[in-house]
């Protein structure tokens, strides 16, 4: 995995402060997870690709006027740390709101936030305890199933507001199973990293009448 390789998935440039960024992130990330499983330490060889590159192919799919962002669950900063260091180049004016329940990953995602130089407030309590963040894009990767997963988002997504959801090869099902309780748009591109994995791009979310959805 290269930075042009890098810059394709993402859909724009990386200036040599972002490639510094994006190293040092992935330099810190390799430490930390010798204490703290940020990602399986049998996935470190290919973190660029499996991890980094996976987050940042979200990049593209945010609206372009988007500036506030929410990552629930955000662990090692997957997808959040990588579409801040993004957008730190190419939306300044963007702010980010890494939510993690986990303190010693609250801790990382703080020192992760502090050597790349991103815009970016830990939250550290879980995703249903926060304030509602009227975020216009939430992002969330490898937190839970849709069904319950859309409940956290819609507490945290601005009116017209985007979400978008990495997902493996049950996306189908999963999309299937919330609209038992949901009512929502949804767009479906396929990952550039995993062949069976979906990137999950959803608009006008709303609960649908009667349902017992609660968060």
């Not at 998935?9 to 490639?19: I, N």
């Not at 990330?29 to 940042?56: E, F, G, P, Y």
């Not at 978008?164 to 929502?184: C, H, I, N, Y």
Request: proline fraction near 6%.
């Amino acid at each position: 995995m290269t930075f042009d390789d890098l810059e394709r998935l993402a859909g724009c440039s990386l200036d040599p402060a972002a490639r510094a960024a994006f190293q040092a992130y992935a330099d810190l990330v390799t430490r930390w997870t010798q204490r703290i499983n940020l990602v399986s330490r049998s996935t470190l060889d290919t973190l660029w690709s499996r991890h980094i590159a996976d987050s940042a192919q979200l990049f593209p799919l945010a609206p372009p006027s988007a500036r506030r962002f929410a990552d629930l669950g955000s662990g090692g900063g997957f997808p959040g740390i990588v579409l801040a260091i993004l957008a730190r180049q190419h939306r300044p004016e963007a702010r980010f709101a890494l939510v993690e329940s986990d303190q010693r990953k609250a801790t990382f995602l703080r020192e992760a936030v502090r050597v790349t130089g991103v815009a970016a407030e830990i939250l550290c309590a879980r995703a249903e305890h926060v304030a509602p963040l009227a975020a216009e894009v939430v992002s969330a990767r490898a937190l839970s199933a849709l069904p319950e997963l859309l409940g956290l988002v819609h507490r945290h997504l601005a009116p017209n507001g985007v979400a978008l959801l990495p997902k493996g090869a049950g996306s189908q099902a999963e999309v299937d199973a919330a609209r038992s309780s949901w009512a929502f748009d949804v767009e479906e591109f396929p990952s550039q990293t995993s062949p069976d994995a979906r990137l999950l791009r959803l608009q006008h979310l709303s609960r649908r009448t009667g349902s017992s959805t609660s968060t």
